[in-house]
């Protein structure tokens, strides 16, 4: 057993409390869920992938189609780490819990499946997935793992093998407009739930980072687990800021096993 400071230990305790009395709990993650499984948060700089080159541009749509080789260089490493992550304690606890039925579902910002790998089945994916690729010409649409291989050895783009243009990974790229169904789902869940709880986000990427204020305004109750502070964090129930992988399997523990 870990043991925690006694304000920290109360905080889990009361929010496995606001777990237990929910009826329609959702979660909404970000890249903090994911460092712990060894991927850098590519927005923060300093630490990311996108500090090295001129991130916003490079992760851009634009790039993508004037610049592919550029976008390829930018991306293949994120690639090879995506695909050799596993999911870490948070993301298994958080798949007990929708196992146990304490979690209707988890909205997440991250792209690498993590959540869906850790067994949770109702996972909406804001800015997309690496698992498909899609034809920039014909939409055909094409497993992911069938090319990434390839791609992470040689550092070319795969071609549809319909019309042998280039497939793009089918991730949200800056230019890009958030997918559709997800985000009205993202909205039904945010407007519906009795309590949110926010891990590994610090709610800056818009407008994601609304979703728990639709809650909020809804009178669900808010809790917020990140190593630093959000906007919401003075509005939350229980804000804890420490490391997701160790708060959140606590929480399930009690939520699960009292
Ligand atoms: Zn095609």
Known sequence: MISFSPRTQTSIEFAADLFRQSKHAVVLTGAGL???SGIPDFRSTGTGLWSRDEPLEVASLNTFRTAPQRFVEWFRPLASQIFNAQPNSAHCALAELEKAGHLDAIITQNIDS????AGSKT??????TMQTLT?????????AALYIASFVENG???RCPKCDQTLKPDVILFGEQLPQTA??????AARHCDLMMVAGSSLEVLPVAGLPMQALDRGAHLIIINNSETYLNVRADVAILEDVAVIIPAIAERVLHG
Do not use: F, N, R
């Open 34 to 36: 994911s460092t712990p």
């Open 114 to 117: 993590l959540h869906q790998k």
């Open 123 to 128: 996972v909406i994916e804001m800015h997309g």
């Open 135 to 143: 034809c920039t010409q014909c939409y055909h649409q094409v497993d």
């Open 156 to 158: 070319e783009l795969p």
């Open 183 to 188: 985000w009205s789902k993202a909205q039904q």
